[in-house]
């Protein structure tokens, strides 16, 4: 765990020292700041329901950008020989990758609570739909990240990291449409997969511990799977 | 020889076998089936990648037990291992899990009495809405009716949009917007309301086994529930059908004994006097708790005021004339959009009703003990009762009644409901299919009848107020929000970002 914590540490500070990961956030609060402000002027609500509602589809792009250096460019730069043959696991690389991204993830919604701070000012918002919203946001954000640090680990290369990232998590929000082609049962199963069909109950003001298990499992699934990927090197 | 050949040939058949085997696959998925075609594609497939194996044998057996293979079958063994754990414990948090509404106004838990009625579903009910996408309501109603589905797996929840699948919305019978049909088997409730109460009435009386009876009185010249002709009531008896009723008919001079099953009798624009013994059969069901509807025309020559006046009500002997607000300047036609509030229609509020020839009702002096009248529809104040009814010209008089007049009106006495409609004209079918569901005339008859049946307060469901947060801001308010939101706020990053790289070139 300490080794993990350690790489995270490491890759914080990458990440604060690269112009990228600020033009990223600038864009990411730029963009949610436009959607919050248009919406409150059409809706008159203080609510940030709509508004995270929307950022779901812009986090589907952010979230591989995010992601797409941590294991490609080590893998490029040849790196990861030095970090695989280093006294840590190769979980710890890639848990400690995945916590590096998603603590910069979370600097970024913690400063858009700008958004739900102006409500409290000019209006009287209901805080609880705010707060399970924000939960919803992070557990949506981790799912994608940890998708995005799977593809970071098939290639050396980071835009085609981004761009694999882009498609495998646009196939598994769409994925329950498939449903409506193969009608019951199968439907079921598809629309619990689709990463799209886990997050309205948060936005909407209610934590269902089965949608919190769905992403966690997501996250579990996609870090289990690039561990395996980054062990292939050892025999590949 | 052949080995050789096989050996030098080896690399195309492996790609010719693995083209083949995805134009199979491609092949089976665009037929939607696996036909003998894609079968034998795949076949030849098959064929051409052991030909090219048994080229190479060497090569295939170091990759089937080499230590390449040993990792790599070992990963994906784990992988899969690990997927199949998390499928488990994921169908089983599905089943049992946990929720918790942050709402203030718990906007999201239904009260206790809806999830018991969800968890003693037997049968699997089907929920079908018909709704404009455009409609607010519909995003309402499906946060709403996704709280049922996770306390039950009976009720299944389909949204129509009836301009997308005209052909389903024919297919039920759908006249209007918002309108949710449940189903069990065979058995239909349809509703309007979007509320908590609504859903759950509905979702009570289709689950219900046994059905109410509406009794329609027949042998003088009543309006008949199975008259498909322009003045028959086949339309009314395919609403209350709808809305899971039993509708018979009933002779009074044949029988005096009333069905068990009844929950209300409807006297529809009878024709010819009734018969002193049917009267008197009429005043004892209602002074034992009885249901009555009676929808009396003007001038029809049938009196059933004896009957009335014991609960402090009676038709008037007049033709309501309305000059300011009638049905296409027809001033014989009243028509109205005045409902003082009651159960029967606190619903519709904004639909109007209508009319043709009617005689409006009047009340006696004082109610009777215990009895409480309300009217249901009024006519404007410049209208009047017209008492000649044989004068040419039609105007107001000293003797006629000075509007506003009421053409509809509800007794409760006890446990004895009346409602009484100075015409029968207004639910024929003539008027109900032309209008189909612009006017409010099909919902008054429909929810009289509910309201007789007792239908109205099968459960008690306090409304919950949508609780909606409005924000009134000035418009120099907004802009400093919106350049705060979008501009500033991502410029002090940039900004941040900036000083970072300076500071490190």
Not at chain 1, 45 to 61: D, H, I, S
Not at chain 1, 116 to 142: E, H, R
Not at chain 1, 189 to 215: C, P, R, W
Not at chain 2, 273 to 298: F, H, S, W
Request: hydrophobic content about 45%; some cysteine; overall charge neutral.
């Amino acid at each position: 765990m300490k080794n993990t914590l350690t790489i995270a540490r490491r890759e914080i500070q990458a990440y604060f020292v690269s112009p990228i990961a600020y033009v990223v956030a600038a864009a990411f609060l730029a963009i949610m700041g436009y959607f919050f402000a248009m919406i409150l002027y059409y809706s008159r609500e203080a609510t940030m329901r709509y508004t995270l509602g929307n950022m779901t589809t812009v986090l589907l792009f952010v979230a591989p950008i995010l992601t797409m250096r941590l294991l490609a460019e080590e893998q490029r730069m040849g790196t990861i020989e030095l970090l695989l043959t280093a006294p840590v696991n190769d979980w710890e690389v890639v848990l400690g990758k995945f916590l590096g991204s998603l603590t910069l993830y979370a600097c970024m919604l913690g400063v858009s609570l700008y958004f739900p701070f102006v409500l409290s000012i000019v209006g009287n918002p209901d805080f609880g739909p705010i707060v399970s919203g924000y939960l919803g946001m992070l557990l949506l954000g981790g799912a994608l990240l940890s998708l995005g640090v799977l593809t970071s680990s098939l290639t050396q290369n980071q835009i085609v990291s981004a761009v694999l990232g882009v498609v495998l998590i646009v196939l598994l929000w769409l994925v329950g449409a498939l449903g409506d082609v193969t009608g019951a049962p199968l439907s079921g199963v598809f629309q619990y997969l689709a990463l799209s069909e886990h997050f309205y109950d948060f936005f909407k003001g209610v934590i269902d511990t089965k949608d919190v298990l769905y992403y966690l499992s997501v996250i579990g699934a996609a870090l289990f799977l690039a561990t395996r990927v980054l062990e292939t090197r050892r025999w590949r | 020889m052949m080995r050789e050949r096989l050996s030098r040939w080896s690399n195309t058949l492996a790609y010719a076998g693995l083209f083949a085997i995805a134009a199979g696959l491609v092949a089976a998925l665009f037929m939607g089936k696996m036909g003998w075609v894609p079968g034998a594609i795949l076949a030849v497939g098959a064929v051409l990648l052991v030909a090219a194996a048994l080229g190479r044998p060497a090569e295939v057996r170091r990759a089937l037990t080499g230590r390449r293979a040993r990792y790599g079958s070992n990963a994906v063994a784990m992988s899969l291992i690990l997927l199949a754990i998390l499928a488990l414990v994921n169908f089983l948090a599905n089943r049992h899990h946990a929720r918790w509404d942050l709402t203030s106004a718990k906007q999201y838990s239904l009260s206790s009495q809806t999830i018991q009625i969800l968890k003693d579903l037997k049968e699997p009910i089907k929920i079908t809405a018909f709704f404009s996408p455009a409609d607010s309501a519909q995003a309402t109603l499906k946060d709403l009716l996704a709280e049922y589905t996770y306390h039950t797996d009976k009720l299944s929840v389909e949204f129509v949009d009836p301009d997308q699948k005209p052909a389903v919305a024919r297919q039920y019978g759908i006249t209007s917007y918002g309108t949710i049909v449940f189903e069990r088997g065979a058995r239909r409730q349809d509703t309007f309301g979007t509320d908590e109460q609504s859903i759950t009435s509905a979702i009570l009386k289709v689950s219900r086994d046994e059905q109410k009876g509406i009794y329609f009185l027949t042998g003088h010249k009543e309006r008949d529930p199975e008259g498909y002709a322009d003045d028959g009531f086949s339309a009314i008896k395919a609403l209350l059908e709808k809305n899971n009723y039993k509708v018979g008919t009933l002779n009074l001079a044949m029988t005096s004994t009333i069905p068990s099953d009844t929950a209300a009798l409807v006297v529809a624009g009878p024709q010819t006097a009734y018969a002193e013994d049917e009267r008197q059969t009429l005043a004892t069901y209602l002074n034992g708790g009885g249901k009555l509807m009676v929808l009396l025309d003007p001038a029809s020559g049938v009196d059933l005021n004896s009957v009335l006046e014991t609960y402090g009500v009676r038709f008037r002997n007049d033709l309501v004339v309305d000059i300011y607000s009638s049905f296409f300047g027809d001033p014989l036609t009243p028509l109205t959009a005045r409902y003082p509030y009651s159960m029967i229609t606190k619903d519709m509020t904004g639909l109007t009703s209508f009319f043709p020839y009617a005689r409006s009702i009047e009340r006696l002096g004082t109610a009777p003990e215990g009895a409480t009248i309300t009217d249901l529809v009024t006519t404007s104040d410049q209208s009047w009762g017209e008492t000649n009814l044989t004068q040419r010209q039609v105007q107001k008089d000293a003797a006629d009644t000075p509007g506003p007049l009421t053409l509809v009106a509800q007794v409760q006495k006890g446990k004895t409901r009346l409602v009484l409609v100075g015409d029968s004209d207004f639910a024929a079918n003539n008027v109900l299919n032309s209008v189909r569901g612009a006017f409010g005339n099909a919902d008054l008859f429909v929810n009289a009848i509910n309201w007789l049946a007792e239908e109205e307060s099968l459960i008690a469901i306090g409304p919950k107020t949508g609780d909606v947060r409005t924000v009134f801001l000035t418009p120099s308010q907004m802009r400093l929000i919106l350049y705060s939101s979008a501009l500033v706020l991502p410029a002090m990053v940039l900004f941040v970002g900036l000083l970072v790289w300076w500071r490190r070139r």
